[in-house]
Protein backbone atom coordinates (compact mmCIF):
# COMPACT_ATOMS: atom_id res chain seq x y z
CA UNK A 1 0.00 0.00 0.00
CA UNK A 2 1.51 2.78 -1.18
CA UNK A 3 0.65 5.37 2.21
CA UNK A 4 3.34 3.35 4.03
CA UNK A 5 6.16 4.42 2.08
CA UNK A 6 7.69 7.50 3.73
CA UNK A 7 8.64 9.80 0.55
CA UNK A 8 12.17 11.48 1.10
CA UNK A 9 11.09 14.61 1.85
CA UNK A 10 14.27 17.26 3.28
CA UNK A 11 13.52 19.13 6.20
CA UNK A 12 12.71 22.56 3.79
CA UNK A 13 10.31 20.35 2.04
CA UNK A 14 8.44 19.26 4.91
CA UNK A 15 8.40 22.53 6.93
CA UNK A 16 6.84 23.74 3.16
CA UNK A 17 4.48 21.00 2.27
CA UNK A 18 3.39 21.72 6.12
CA UNK A 19 2.32 24.78 5.62
CA UNK A 20 0.69 24.33 2.41
CA UNK A 21 -1.69 21.17 4.40
CA UNK A 22 -1.92 24.01 7.43
CA UNK A 23 -1.97 27.51 6.30
CA UNK A 24 -2.52 28.61 9.97
CA UNK A 25 0.70 28.08 10.64
CA UNK A 26 1.42 31.02 9.19
CA UNK A 27 -0.59 33.50 10.52
CA UNK A 28 0.93 35.66 12.86
CA UNK A 29 4.08 34.61 12.77
CA UNK A 30 4.98 38.41 12.02
CA UNK A 31 4.11 39.27 15.65
CA UNK A 32 5.74 36.12 17.19
CA UNK A 33 9.52 37.33 15.32
CA UNK A 34 8.53 40.90 17.06
CA UNK A 35 7.62 39.69 20.30
CA UNK A 36 10.65 37.51 20.12
CA UNK A 37 13.18 40.26 19.36
CA UNK A 38 11.65 42.14 22.22
CA UNK A 39 11.65 39.94 24.77
CA UNK A 40 15.96 38.82 23.29
CA UNK A 41 16.25 42.50 23.86
CA UNK A 42 14.77 42.54 27.52
CA UNK A 43 16.94 39.99 28.34
CA UNK A 44 20.52 42.24 27.78
CA UNK A 45 19.09 44.99 29.95
CA UNK A 46 19.97 43.10 32.76
CA UNK A 47 23.82 43.06 31.93
CA UNK A 48 23.52 46.54 31.09
CA UNK A 49 22.52 47.60 34.38
CA UNK A 50 25.14 45.98 35.95
CA UNK A 51 27.41 47.63 34.04
CA UNK A 52 26.15 51.31 35.13
CA UNK A 53 25.39 50.30 38.80
CA UNK A 54 29.31 49.19 39.14
CA UNK A 55 30.78 52.20 36.17
CA UNK A 56 28.66 55.06 37.13
CA UNK A 57 26.83 54.34 40.89
CA UNK A 58 29.58 52.24 42.74
CA UNK A 59 32.51 53.14 41.44
CA UNK A 60 31.42 56.47 39.62
CA UNK A 61 34.13 58.93 39.51
CA UNK A 62 33.44 61.57 42.54
CA UNK A 63 32.37 58.56 44.64
CA UNK A 64 29.43 56.16 44.54
CA UNK A 65 26.20 57.78 43.01
CA UNK A 66 22.74 56.25 44.82
CA UNK A 67 20.23 57.32 43.04
CA UNK A 68 21.94 56.26 39.83
CA UNK A 69 21.96 52.93 41.72
CA UNK A 70 18.51 53.03 42.56
CA UNK A 71 17.25 54.76 39.32
CA UNK A 72 18.72 51.71 37.65
CA UNK A 73 17.55 48.77 39.58
CA UNK A 74 14.01 50.36 39.47
CA UNK A 75 14.28 50.03 35.31
CA UNK A 76 15.91 47.10 35.32
CA UNK A 77 12.99 45.36 37.37
CA UNK A 78 10.59 47.30 35.36
CA UNK A 79 12.49 45.38 31.89
CA UNK A 80 12.30 41.92 33.63
CA UNK A 81 8.55 42.07 34.10
CA UNK A 82 7.92 43.46 30.80
CA UNK A 83 10.30 40.30 29.19
CA UNK A 84 8.61 38.25 30.91
CA UNK A 85 4.68 39.36 29.95
CA UNK A 86 6.47 40.02 26.56
CA UNK A 87 7.31 36.26 26.67
CA UNK A 88 4.18 35.26 27.64
CA UNK A 89 2.56 36.92 24.91
CA UNK A 90 4.85 35.77 22.61
CA UNK A 91 4.81 31.62 23.31
CA UNK A 92 0.47 32.30 23.70
CA UNK A 93 0.32 34.01 19.99
CA UNK A 94 2.70 30.34 18.71
CA UNK A 95 0.93 28.20 20.76
CA UNK A 96 -2.31 29.17 19.57
CA UNK A 97 -1.04 29.47 15.85
CA UNK A 98 0.30 25.80 15.86
CA UNK A 99 -1.99 24.00 17.53
CA UNK A 100 -4.80 25.13 15.30
CA UNK A 101 -2.27 24.01 12.53
CA UNK A 102 -1.71 20.91 13.85
CA UNK A 103 -5.72 20.08 14.60
CA UNK A 104 -5.64 20.94 10.94
CA UNK A 105 -3.27 18.47 9.65
CA UNK A 106 -4.86 15.67 11.91
CA UNK A 107 -8.11 15.82 10.47
CA UNK A 108 -6.63 15.88 6.73
CA UNK A 109 -4.94 13.02 7.57
CA UNK A 110 -7.59 11.02 9.41
CA UNK A 111 -10.50 12.42 6.62
CA UNK A 112 -7.50 10.61 4.16
CA UNK A 113 -7.16 7.37 5.85
CA UNK A 114 -10.98 7.16 5.61
CA UNK A 115 -10.87 8.35 1.76
CA UNK A 116 -8.09 5.14 1.16
CA UNK A 117 -10.08 2.63 -0.80
CA UNK A 118 -11.77 0.28 1.50
CA UNK A 119 -11.27 -2.90 -1.08
CA UNK A 120 -7.64 -2.52 -0.25
CA UNK A 121 -7.02 -1.07 3.23
CA UNK A 122 -8.26 -3.25 5.73
CA UNK A 123 -8.84 -2.37 9.46
CA UNK A 124 -5.93 -3.22 11.06
CA UNK A 125 -3.83 -1.58 8.55
CA UNK A 126 -6.29 1.63 8.83
CA UNK A 127 -5.59 1.38 12.24
CA UNK A 128 -1.81 1.28 11.64
CA UNK A 129 -2.28 4.77 10.35
CA UNK A 130 -4.49 6.24 12.70
CA UNK A 131 -1.70 5.17 15.53
CA UNK A 132 0.61 7.00 13.36
CA UNK A 133 -1.42 10.19 12.67
CA UNK A 134 -1.95 9.88 16.72
CA UNK A 135 1.54 9.06 17.65
CA UNK A 136 3.48 11.50 15.26
CA UNK A 137 1.20 14.49 15.36
CA UNK A 138 1.48 14.69 19.39
CA UNK A 139 5.50 14.28 19.30
CA UNK A 140 5.26 17.52 16.91
CA UNK A 141 3.34 19.05 19.63
CA UNK A 142 5.73 17.87 22.07
CA UNK A 143 8.81 19.89 20.22
CA UNK A 144 6.87 22.97 20.34
CA UNK A 145 7.23 23.20 24.26
CA UNK A 146 10.51 24.00 22.97
CA UNK A 147 10.25 26.34 19.84
CA UNK A 148 9.02 29.18 21.34
CA UNK A 149 12.79 29.24 23.40
CA UNK A 150 14.02 28.85 19.70
CA UNK A 151 12.44 31.65 18.26
CA UNK A 152 13.80 33.67 21.50
CA UNK A 153 16.99 32.03 21.86
CA UNK A 154 17.31 33.66 17.85
CA UNK A 155 16.79 36.92 18.88
CA UNK A 156 19.15 36.57 22.05
CA UNK A 157 22.11 35.64 19.95
CA UNK A 158 21.08 38.66 17.45
CA UNK A 159 20.82 41.05 20.73
CA UNK A 160 23.23 39.89 22.86
CA UNK A 161 26.03 39.83 19.71
CA UNK A 162 25.71 43.36 18.71
CA UNK A 163 26.15 43.88 23.01
CA UNK A 164 29.19 42.92 23.30
CA UNK A 165 30.46 43.83 20.17
CA UNK A 166 29.73 47.24 21.80
CA UNK A 167 31.49 46.48 25.34
CA UNK A 168 34.43 44.87 23.30
CA UNK A 169 35.32 43.41 20.01
CA UNK A 170 38.06 41.63 21.25
CA UNK A 171 35.97 39.79 23.95
CA UNK A 172 32.70 39.29 21.28
CA UNK A 173 35.32 37.26 18.93
CA UNK A 174 36.88 35.14 21.85
CA UNK A 175 33.17 34.32 22.28
CA UNK A 176 32.46 34.03 18.38
CA UNK A 177 35.85 31.91 17.44
CA UNK A 178 34.83 29.37 20.48
CA UNK A 179 31.76 28.89 19.49
CA UNK A 180 32.43 28.78 15.38
CA UNK A 181 33.97 25.28 15.13
CA UNK A 182 30.64 23.87 17.20
CA UNK A 183 28.52 25.96 14.50
CA UNK A 184 29.98 23.83 11.66
CA UNK A 185 29.65 20.72 12.55
CA UNK A 186 26.37 21.02 13.63
CA UNK A 187 24.67 20.76 10.33
CA UNK A 188 26.47 17.62 9.98
CA UNK A 189 25.28 16.58 12.89
CA UNK A 190 21.60 17.50 12.53
CA UNK A 191 21.80 15.40 9.35
CA UNK A 192 22.84 12.59 10.92
CA UNK A 193 20.49 12.99 14.12
CA UNK A 194 17.28 13.56 11.18
CA UNK A 195 18.16 9.88 10.02
CA UNK A 196 18.43 8.38 13.44
CA UNK A 197 15.06 10.30 14.14
CA UNK A 198 13.24 9.03 11.00
CA UNK A 199 13.72 5.39 12.35
CA UNK A 200 13.13 6.22 15.97
CA UNK A 201 9.75 7.46 14.76
CA UNK A 202 9.47 4.24 11.91
CA UNK A 203 9.90 2.29 14.59
CA UNK A 204 7.56 3.77 17.39
CA UNK A 205 5.17 3.18 14.15
CA UNK A 206 5.48 -0.49 14.26
CA UNK A 207 5.63 -0.80 17.67
CA UNK A 208 1.77 0.36 17.84
CA UNK A 209 0.87 -0.98 15.18
CA UNK A 210 1.90 -4.35 16.89
CA UNK A 211 0.42 -3.78 20.16
CA UNK A 212 -2.63 -2.24 18.65
CA UNK A 213 -3.11 -5.60 16.21
CA UNK A 214 -2.23 -7.78 19.90
CA UNK A 215 -5.42 -5.63 21.20
CA UNK A 216 -8.00 -5.87 18.35
CA UNK A 217 -6.81 -9.76 17.61
CA UNK A 218 -6.69 -10.54 21.24
CA UNK A 219 -10.12 -13.45 21.33
CA UNK A 220 -7.56 -15.02 18.21
CA UNK A 221 -4.58 -14.60 20.57
CA UNK A 222 -6.03 -16.67 23.37
CA UNK A 223 -7.86 -19.06 21.57
CA UNK A 224 -4.83 -19.95 20.05
CA UNK A 225 -2.97 -19.80 22.86
CA UNK A 226 -0.65 -17.28 20.73
CA UNK A 227 0.58 -14.75 23.86
CA UNK A 228 4.31 -16.07 23.62
CA UNK A 229 4.38 -15.51 19.83
CA UNK A 230 2.82 -12.11 20.30
CA UNK A 231 4.64 -11.55 23.15
CA UNK A 232 7.69 -12.03 21.38
CA UNK A 233 6.63 -9.73 18.24
CA UNK A 234 5.94 -7.18 21.05
CA UNK A 235 8.68 -7.73 23.03
CA UNK A 236 11.17 -7.01 19.37
CA UNK A 237 9.42 -4.12 18.15
CA UNK A 238 10.12 -2.25 21.72
CA UNK A 239 13.60 -3.50 21.52
CA UNK A 240 14.29 -2.27 18.17
CA UNK A 241 12.77 0.80 18.91
CA UNK A 242 14.77 1.06 22.11
CA UNK A 243 18.00 0.44 19.90
CA UNK A 244 16.87 3.03 17.40
CA UNK A 245 16.30 5.62 20.71
CA UNK A 246 19.73 4.64 22.26
CA UNK A 247 21.55 5.75 18.60
CA UNK A 248 19.51 8.88 18.39
CA UNK A 249 20.38 10.01 21.99
CA UNK A 250 23.51 9.22 21.85
CA UNK A 251 24.13 11.80 18.96
CA UNK A 252 22.45 14.31 21.57
CA UNK A 253 24.42 13.52 23.91
CA UNK A 254 27.66 13.95 21.54
CA UNK A 255 26.11 17.62 20.50
CA UNK A 256 25.06 18.44 24.27
CA UNK A 257 28.93 17.78 25.42
CA UNK A 258 30.18 19.33 22.37
CA UNK A 259 28.03 22.61 23.88
CA UNK A 260 29.52 22.29 27.25
CA UNK A 261 33.16 22.42 26.12
CA UNK A 262 32.25 25.63 24.29
CA UNK A 263 30.55 26.99 26.90
CA UNK A 264 33.52 26.66 29.27
CA UNK A 265 36.17 27.14 27.07
CA UNK A 266 34.37 30.78 26.28
CA UNK A 267 33.83 31.84 29.50
CA UNK A 268 37.18 31.22 30.72
CA UNK A 269 38.55 32.84 27.69
CA UNK A 270 36.89 35.94 28.76
CA UNK A 271 37.82 35.96 32.18
CA UNK A 272 41.44 35.91 31.47
CA UNK A 273 41.24 38.04 28.93
CA UNK A 274 38.91 40.88 30.03
CA UNK A 275 41.50 40.78 33.14
CA UNK A 276 44.24 41.07 31.08
CA UNK A 277 42.53 43.50 29.39
CA UNK A 278 41.56 45.45 32.55
CA UNK A 279 44.61 45.86 33.66
CA UNK A 280 45.54 47.52 30.40
CA UNK A 281 42.84 50.05 31.13
CA UNK A 282 40.74 48.83 27.73
CA UNK A 283 38.11 47.30 30.16
CA UNK A 284 36.23 48.61 33.32
CA UNK A 285 35.16 46.39 35.78
CA UNK A 286 31.61 46.93 35.06
CA UNK A 287 32.36 46.00 31.48
CA UNK A 288 33.77 42.76 32.15
CA UNK A 289 31.06 41.74 34.89
CA UNK A 290 28.84 42.59 32.77
CA UNK A 291 30.34 40.44 29.51
CA UNK A 292 30.29 37.64 31.75
CA UNK A 293 26.77 38.10 32.59
CA UNK A 294 26.05 38.53 28.43
CA UNK A 295 28.31 34.83 28.20
CA UNK A 296 25.80 33.50 29.94
CA UNK A 297 22.99 34.89 27.91
CA UNK A 298 25.05 33.99 24.71
CA UNK A 299 25.27 30.38 25.99
CA UNK A 300 21.82 30.05 26.65
CA UNK A 301 20.74 30.13 23.47
CA UNK A 302 23.28 28.10 22.08
CA UNK A 303 22.66 24.80 23.93
CA UNK A 304 18.90 25.67 23.52
CA UNK A 305 19.22 25.80 19.94
CA UNK A 306 21.23 22.75 19.58
CA UNK A 307 19.13 20.96 22.05
CA UNK A 308 15.59 22.45 19.89
CA UNK A 309 16.98 21.47 16.76
CA UNK A 310 17.38 17.85 18.12
CA UNK A 311 13.96 18.15 18.72
CA UNK A 312 13.14 19.06 15.65
CA UNK A 313 14.76 16.69 13.93
CA UNK A 314 12.25 14.34 15.77
CA UNK A 315 9.15 16.39 15.19
CA UNK A 316 10.16 16.74 11.02
CA UNK A 317 10.70 12.99 10.96
CA UNK A 318 7.07 12.94 12.29
CA UNK A 319 5.85 15.17 10.53
CA UNK A 320 7.19 13.47 7.49
CA UNK A 321 5.17 10.33 7.95
CA UNK A 322 2.01 12.18 8.81
CA UNK A 323 2.70 14.02 5.30
CA UNK A 324 2.82 10.86 3.36
CA UNK A 325 -0.44 9.64 4.89
CA UNK A 326 -2.72 13.24 3.73
CA UNK A 327 -0.54 13.08 0.20
CA UNK A 328 -1.32 8.91 -0.01
CA UNK A 329 -3.08 8.97 -3.57
CA UNK A 330 -6.76 8.82 -3.27
CA UNK A 331 -7.59 5.63 -5.69
CA UNK A 332 -11.35 6.17 -5.61
CA UNK A 333 -12.59 10.14 -6.24
CA UNK A 334 -16.00 11.44 -5.99
CA UNK A 335 -17.14 12.98 -9.47
CA UNK A 336 -18.62 15.77 -7.51
CA UNK A 337 -19.81 18.58 -9.60
CA UNK A 338 -18.76 17.41 -12.87
CA UNK A 339 -20.96 13.89 -12.02
CA UNK A 340 -24.41 13.30 -12.35
CA UNK A 341 -27.43 11.47 -10.55
CA UNK A 342 -28.13 7.68 -11.11
CA UNK A 343 -31.41 8.01 -13.10
CA UNK A 344 -34.59 7.26 -11.34
CA UNK A 345 -36.11 3.93 -11.15
CA UNK A 346 -34.52 0.26 -10.60
CA UNK A 347 -31.48 -0.19 -11.20
CA UNK A 348 -29.68 -2.16 -13.94
CA UNK A 349 -26.19 -3.49 -14.17
CA UNK A 350 -23.66 -4.07 -16.46
CA UNK A 351 -19.85 -5.34 -16.23
CA UNK A 352 -17.90 -4.93 -19.66
CA UNK A 353 -14.83 -6.82 -19.55
CA UNK A 354 -13.72 -6.00 -15.97
CA UNK A 355 -10.22 -6.89 -14.52
CA UNK A 356 -8.63 -6.33 -11.26
CA UNK A 357 -5.98 -5.79 -9.59
CA UNK A 358 -5.13 -4.91 -5.89
CA UNK A 359 -2.38 -2.21 -5.45
CA UNK A 360 0.77 -4.20 -5.71
CA UNK A 361 -0.84 -7.42 -5.83
CA UNK A 362 -1.59 -9.80 -9.05
CA UNK A 363 -4.70 -9.75 -11.48
CA UNK A 364 -7.64 -11.20 -9.14
CA UNK A 365 -10.31 -10.36 -11.92
CA UNK A 366 -9.90 -11.18 -15.45
CA UNK A 367 -12.78 -9.69 -18.16
CA UNK A 368 -15.50 -10.12 -15.82
CA UNK A 369 -19.33 -9.22 -17.97
CA UNK A 370 -22.04 -10.19 -16.67
CA UNK A 371 -25.41 -8.42 -16.78
CA UNK A 372 -27.93 -7.55 -14.29
CA UNK A 373 -31.78 -6.53 -15.09
CA UNK A 374 -33.75 -3.79 -12.92
CA UNK A 375 -35.54 -5.31 -10.06
CA UNK A 376 -34.17 -9.56 -10.35
CA UNK A 377 -32.05 -11.22 -7.77
CA UNK A 378 -28.93 -12.18 -8.48
CA UNK A 379 -26.26 -15.04 -6.85
CA UNK A 380 -22.60 -14.98 -6.94
CA UNK A 381 -21.45 -18.23 -5.85
CA UNK A 382 -17.76 -19.50 -6.10
CA UNK A 383 -14.58 -21.14 -4.37
CA UNK A 384 -13.49 -19.18 -1.87
CA UNK A 385 -10.76 -17.01 -3.59
CA UNK A 386 -12.70 -16.80 -6.48
CA UNK A 387 -13.22 -13.17 -6.43
CA UNK A 388 -16.79 -12.59 -5.71
CA UNK A 389 -16.14 -10.31 -2.72
CA UNK A 390 -13.80 -8.25 -5.08
CA UNK A 391 -16.69 -8.56 -7.91
CA UNK A 392 -19.12 -6.62 -5.21
CA UNK A 393 -16.52 -4.36 -3.76
CA UNK A 394 -16.29 -2.82 -7.50
CA UNK A 395 -20.04 -2.74 -7.94
CA UNK A 396 -20.36 -0.72 -4.58
CA UNK A 397 -17.02 1.47 -6.13
CA UNK A 398 -15.28 0.64 -2.83
CA UNK A 399 -12.56 0.45 -5.67
CA UNK A 400 -12.45 1.07 -9.04
CA UNK A 401 -11.20 -1.41 -11.81
CA UNK A 402 -7.72 -1.80 -13.40
CA UNK A 403 -9.79 -2.10 -17.16
CA UNK A 404 -12.93 -2.56 -18.75
CA UNK A 405 -15.96 -0.58 -17.10
CA UNK A 406 -19.12 -0.49 -14.44
CA UNK A 407 -22.16 0.82 -15.68
CA UNK A 408 -25.50 1.22 -12.99
CA UNK A 409 -28.59 2.13 -15.24
CA UNK A 410 -26.37 2.82 -18.46
CA UNK A 411 -24.12 5.32 -16.47
CA UNK A 412 -20.73 4.74 -16.16
CA UNK A 413 -19.94 3.95 -12.01
CA UNK A 414 -17.34 6.68 -11.99
CA UNK A 415 -19.27 9.38 -13.22
CA UNK A 416 -22.35 8.88 -10.81
CA UNK A 417 -21.92 11.34 -7.69
CA UNK A 418 -21.18 10.11 -4.12
CA UNK A 419 -24.47 11.47 -2.88
CA UNK A 420 -26.26 9.68 -5.52
CA UNK A 421 -24.21 6.60 -5.44
CA UNK A 422 -24.80 6.25 -1.77
CA UNK A 423 -28.23 6.75 -0.99
CA UNK A 424 -29.31 4.39 -4.05
CA UNK A 425 -26.86 1.48 -3.39
CA UNK A 426 -26.67 0.17 -0.37
CA UNK A 427 -23.91 -2.55 0.65
CA UNK A 428 -23.86 -5.19 3.34
CA UNK A 429 -20.38 -6.41 4.21
CA UNK A 430 -19.38 -9.89 5.53
CA UNK A 431 -18.56 -8.33 8.67
CA UNK A 432 -21.88 -5.03 9.14
CA UNK A 433 -19.45 -3.40 11.43
CA UNK A 434 -21.98 -2.51 14.46
CA UNK A 435 -21.22 0.11 16.67
CA UNK A 436 -21.30 0.25 20.74
CA UNK A 437 -24.85 1.41 20.88
CA UNK A 438 -28.02 -0.16 21.04
CA UNK A 439 -29.75 -1.42 18.18
CA UNK A 440 -32.02 1.32 17.15
CA UNK A 441 -29.34 3.90 17.24
CA UNK A 442 -27.63 0.82 14.48
CA UNK A 443 -30.02 0.52 12.63
CA UNK A 444 -30.60 4.15 12.36
CA UNK A 445 -27.12 5.07 11.09
CA UNK A 446 -28.76 4.02 7.73
CA UNK A 447 -31.46 7.09 8.15
CA UNK A 448 -30.59 9.70 10.74
CA UNK A 449 -34.04 10.88 11.17
CA UNK A 450 -35.89 7.44 11.41
CA UNK A 451 -38.20 7.23 14.42
CA UNK A 452 -38.23 4.16 16.45
CA UNK A 453 -41.42 3.54 15.63
CA UNK A 454 -40.16 3.48 11.59
CA UNK A 455 -37.59 1.29 13.22
CA UNK A 456 -39.88 -1.39 14.36
CA UNK A 457 -41.74 -1.17 11.07
CA UNK A 458 -38.56 -2.25 9.40
CA UNK A 459 -38.01 -5.06 11.40
CA UNK A 460 -41.23 -5.95 11.46
CA UNK A 461 -41.21 -5.84 7.18
CA UNK A 462 -38.31 -8.03 7.10
CA UNK A 463 -40.35 -10.62 10.03
CA UNK A 464 -38.03 -9.84 12.78
CA UNK A 465 -40.64 -8.75 15.56
CA UNK A 466 -40.59 -11.78 17.55
CA UNK A 467 -36.70 -11.57 17.55
CA UNK A 468 -37.03 -7.86 18.90
CA UNK A 469 -39.18 -9.01 21.57
CA UNK A 470 -36.96 -11.50 22.55
CA UNK A 471 -34.29 -9.01 23.23
CA UNK A 472 -33.49 -7.59 27.16
CA UNK A 473 -34.53 -4.11 26.30
CA UNK A 474 -36.35 -4.54 22.50
CA UNK A 475 -35.13 -1.75 20.14
CA UNK A 476 -32.92 -0.11 22.96
CA UNK A 477 -30.40 -3.30 23.67
CA UNK A 478 -26.92 -1.89 23.95
CA UNK A 479 -24.84 -4.26 21.47
CA UNK A 480 -21.62 -4.03 22.80
CA UNK A 481 -18.31 -3.05 21.20
CA UNK A 482 -18.14 -4.12 17.65
CA UNK A 483 -21.46 -5.74 18.35
CA UNK A 484 -20.14 -8.35 21.02
CA UNK A 485 -22.84 -8.61 22.93
CA UNK A 486 -25.02 -10.32 20.20
CA UNK A 487 -24.98 -13.54 18.35
CA UNK A 488 -23.27 -13.67 14.79
CA UNK A 489 -26.48 -14.08 13.22
CA UNK A 490 -28.09 -11.10 15.29
CA UNK A 491 -25.34 -9.12 13.83
CA UNK A 492 -26.14 -10.11 10.51
CA UNK A 493 -30.35 -9.22 11.22
CA UNK A 494 -29.20 -5.65 12.45
CA UNK A 495 -26.90 -5.36 9.79
CA UNK A 496 -29.67 -6.48 7.25
CA UNK A 497 -32.09 -4.16 8.91
CA UNK A 498 -30.40 -0.90 8.72
CA UNK A 499 -29.68 -1.65 4.69
CA UNK A 500 -33.37 -2.22 4.60
CA UNK A 501 -34.00 1.08 6.28
CA UNK A 502 -32.11 2.66 3.58
CA UNK A 503 -34.19 1.81 0.74
CA UNK A 504 -31.41 1.44 -1.81
CA UNK A 505 -32.37 0.79 -4.83
CA UNK A 506 -29.37 -1.50 -5.32
CA UNK A 507 -28.73 -4.00 -2.41
CA UNK A 508 -25.64 -5.52 -2.39
CA UNK A 509 -24.89 -8.60 -0.11
CA UNK A 510 -21.31 -9.82 1.18
CA UNK A 511 -23.21 -12.99 2.82
CA UNK A 512 -21.24 -13.48 6.33
CA UNK A 513 -19.36 -17.14 6.36
CA UNK A 514 -19.62 -17.79 9.94
CA UNK A 515 -22.34 -20.59 10.99
CA UNK A 516 -25.55 -19.17 12.75
CA UNK A 517 -27.79 -21.32 14.41
CA UNK A 518 -31.11 -23.19 12.52
CA UNK A 519 -34.02 -20.61 14.01
CA UNK A 520 -31.40 -17.56 13.08
CA UNK A 521 -30.85 -19.20 10.11
CA UNK A 522 -34.25 -19.12 9.07
CA UNK A 523 -35.17 -15.72 10.60
CA UNK A 524 -32.25 -14.59 8.05
CA UNK A 525 -33.60 -16.41 5.12
CA UNK A 526 -37.07 -14.82 5.25
CA UNK A 527 -35.32 -11.57 6.30
CA UNK A 528 -33.08 -11.68 3.16
CA UNK A 529 -35.93 -12.22 1.27
CA UNK A 530 -37.86 -9.15 1.83
CA UNK A 531 -35.08 -7.22 1.87
CA UNK A 532 -34.19 -7.74 -2.05
CA UNK A 533 -37.81 -7.92 -2.67
CA UNK A 534 -38.26 -4.98 -5.64
CA UNK A 535 -35.12 -4.25 -5.93
CA UNK A 536 -32.59 -5.00 -7.22
CA UNK A 537 -30.01 -7.28 -5.31
CA UNK A 538 -26.65 -8.75 -5.60
CA UNK A 539 -25.41 -11.37 -3.12
CA UNK A 540 -22.31 -13.43 -2.70
CA UNK A 541 -24.17 -16.57 -1.89
CA UNK A 542 -21.99 -18.66 0.64
CA UNK A 543 -25.13 -20.80 1.44
CA UNK A 544 -26.37 -22.15 -1.98
CA UNK A 545 -29.63 -21.46 -0.65
CA UNK A 546 -29.94 -17.86 -1.77
CA UNK A 547 -28.69 -19.50 -5.16
CA UNK A 548 -31.79 -21.57 -5.34
CA UNK A 549 -33.96 -17.91 -4.91
CA UNK A 550 -32.20 -16.01 -7.05
CA UNK A 551 -33.20 -15.24 -10.77
CA UNK A 552 -29.79 -15.41 -12.02
CA UNK A 553 -26.54 -17.48 -10.69
CA UNK A 554 -23.01 -16.00 -12.02
CA UNK A 555 -20.10 -18.64 -10.85
CA UNK A 556 -16.68 -17.45 -10.68
CA UNK A 557 -13.92 -19.39 -10.52
CA UNK A 558 -10.34 -17.77 -10.44
CA UNK A 559 -11.51 -14.45 -11.22
CA UNK A 560 -13.76 -15.33 -13.87
CA UNK A 561 -17.40 -15.90 -14.72
CA UNK A 562 -17.56 -19.25 -15.83
CA UNK A 563 -21.36 -20.01 -15.89
CA UNK A 564 -24.21 -18.16 -15.36
CA UNK A 565 -27.89 -19.22 -15.66
CA UNK A 566 -30.69 -20.08 -12.94
CA UNK A 567 -29.77 -22.49 -10.27
CA UNK A 568 -31.95 -24.81 -11.99
CA UNK A 569 -30.31 -24.70 -15.30
CA UNK A 570 -26.51 -24.47 -13.52
CA UNK A 571 -27.48 -27.80 -11.37
CA UNK A 572 -28.38 -30.21 -14.36
CA UNK A 573 -25.83 -29.32 -16.15
CA UNK A 574 -22.12 -30.60 -15.17
CA UNK A 575 -19.42 -27.47 -14.80
CA UNK A 576 -18.35 -26.02 -11.50
CA UNK A 577 -21.63 -25.24 -10.11
CA UNK A 578 -23.03 -28.71 -10.44
CA UNK A 579 -19.84 -29.84 -8.40
CA UNK A 580 -20.61 -26.66 -5.94
CA UNK A 581 -23.73 -28.00 -4.96
CA UNK A 582 -22.95 -31.36 -5.00
CA UNK A 583 -20.17 -30.82 -2.49
CA UNK A 584 -22.62 -28.13 -0.47
CA UNK A 585 -25.79 -30.66 -0.41
CA UNK A 586 -23.39 -33.71 0.82
CA UNK A 587 -22.12 -31.38 3.99
CA UNK A 588 -25.36 -29.70 4.79
CA UNK A 589 -27.58 -31.76 3.51
CA UNK A 590 -29.10 -28.83 1.46
CA UNK A 591 -30.21 -27.08 4.41
CA UNK A 592 -28.04 -26.88 6.68
CA UNK A 593 -26.60 -24.20 8.41
CA UNK A 594 -23.98 -21.32 6.57
CA UNK A 595 -20.98 -22.81 5.32
CA UNK A 596 -18.62 -21.61 2.45
CA UNK A 597 -18.81 -23.11 -0.55
CA UNK A 598 -16.21 -25.32 -1.83
CA UNK A 599 -15.24 -27.92 -4.58
N1 LIG B 1 -7.18 -6.40 0.28
C1 LIG B 1 -6.61 -7.30 -0.54
N2 LIG B 1 -5.32 -7.13 -0.95
C2 LIG B 1 -4.74 -8.01 -1.79
N3 LIG B 1 -5.35 -9.11 -2.27
C3 LIG B 1 -6.62 -9.35 -1.90
C4 LIG B 1 -7.32 -8.45 -1.01
N4 LIG B 1 -8.56 -8.95 -0.84
C5 LIG B 1 -8.64 -10.09 -1.56
N5 LIG B 1 -7.48 -10.33 -2.20
C6 LIG B 1 -7.18 -11.47 -3.11
O1 LIG B 1 -8.10 -11.41 -4.19
C7 LIG B 1 -8.53 -12.70 -4.55
C8 LIG B 1 -10.07 -12.74 -4.57
O2 LIG B 1 -10.52 -12.50 -3.26
P1 LIG B 1 -12.05 -12.34 -2.90
O3 LIG B 1 -12.14 -11.90 -1.48
O4 LIG B 1 -12.70 -11.50 -3.93
O5 LIG B 1 -12.57 -13.85 -3.05
P2 LIG B 1 -13.94 -14.48 -2.60
O6 LIG B 1 -14.38 -15.35 -3.72
O7 LIG B 1 -14.89 -13.44 -2.14
O8 LIG B 1 -13.48 -15.35 -1.38
P3 LIG B 1 -14.31 -15.76 -0.05
O9 LIG B 1 -15.39 -16.67 -0.48
O10 LIG B 1 -13.29 -16.49 0.76
O11 LIG B 1 -14.79 -14.50 0.58
C9 LIG B 1 -7.94 -13.66 -3.54
O12 LIG B 1 -6.83 -14.27 -4.16
C10 LIG B 1 -7.47 -12.78 -2.43
O13 LIG B 1 -6.29 -13.29 -1.84
Not at 96 to 110: H, M, Q, S, W
Not at 259 to 272: L, M, N, S, T, Y
Amino acid sequence: MKATVTPPLSGAAVLRRAVQVSPELRQGLGTVAVLALLAAAGRVVVPIAVQQTIDQGFRAQGGARLGQVLVTAAVCAVAVLATAGITYAMNHRLYRTVERGLATLRTKAFRRVHDLSPASLDGERRGGLVARVTGDVDQFSTFLQFAGMLVISFGQLLVGSVVMFAFSWVLALTVWAVFLPLLLVLPRLQRRLSHAYGRVRDRAGDMLAVTGEAVVGATVIHAYHAQELIGERIDTAVERHRRAQSRAQRLVAVTLSGGEVAAAAAIGGVVVLGVLLGVGGHLTAGELVAFLFLVTLFIGPMQMTNEVLNELQNALAGWRRVLSVVDAPVEVRDPGERGTDLPQGPVSVRFDKVGYAYPDGPQVLHEVSAEVAPRSRVAVVGETGSGKSTFVKLLARLSDPSSGQVRLSGTPLTTVRFASLRRRVVMVPQDGFLFDATVADNIRFARRDASDEEIGRALADLGLDDWLASLPEGLHTRVGQRGDALSAGERQLVALARAYLADPDLLILDEATSAVDPATEVRLQQALESATRGRTSVSVAHRLSTAQHADLVLVFDRGRIVQQGTHDELAGRPGVYADLYAAWVSATGGTGPAHSARR
